[in-house]
């Protein structure tokens, strides 16, 4: 088990005061942090489970789109968070800029990273998207963790470029007559929480 040294509390007691974001807590009540892979899940019942793989709507063989768990008992795959910036001890603050890749998955010969894309008119998470070189050029590949009620959602809101001008939206999910849970940017944010993949 992760032990989080006592400097590191403090720079990051220090770093929230100063910085307005707090550390995101997993289900333990531990700061998220880098290098360690966490289960998402819908923070309510009810909500379908956990994270997972599905081929797109066009029906290729490779699974690109991220989906959820018909089954709330299900906790999916675990994923990773990266920071654009790092910090000391890797801990993942609310509203930072995020990378989330599922955790040794691969998905048409490369690591699956959550992108966001215009797919029918919808804007849609798929795992088209690919690890650092904040900037421009990646822009839709970025993510935040924000305080929602008592629990967290997702958001779309990059700010690794100060130029560009991104359609910000949170992360909610819908489900097709199919059964298929697929997750999307939405007025209605899914409440999620973060649970430690293996302890």
Known sequence: MRIISFF???????????SGQSPVLDTDRNPLVTGRPYYILPATSGNGGGMNLSPTT???????DVTQENNEQENGLPLNFLLAIPNKGGVVLSSADINIEFSGAMTCGKPAVWQVESVNGQRVVSSRGHVGNPGPDTISNWFKIE????????VFCPSVCNTCKPACG??????AKDGRISLLLSNNPLAVKFKKAFK
């Open 147 to 154: 305080k929602y009620e008592n629990d967290y959602k997702i």
């Open 58 to 64: 066009f029906n290729q063989t490779c699974p690109l």
């Open 170 to 175: 949170d992360i909610g999910s819908t489900q």
């Open 8 to 18: 590191t509390l403090i720079f990051i007691s220090i770093f929230s005061l100063s």
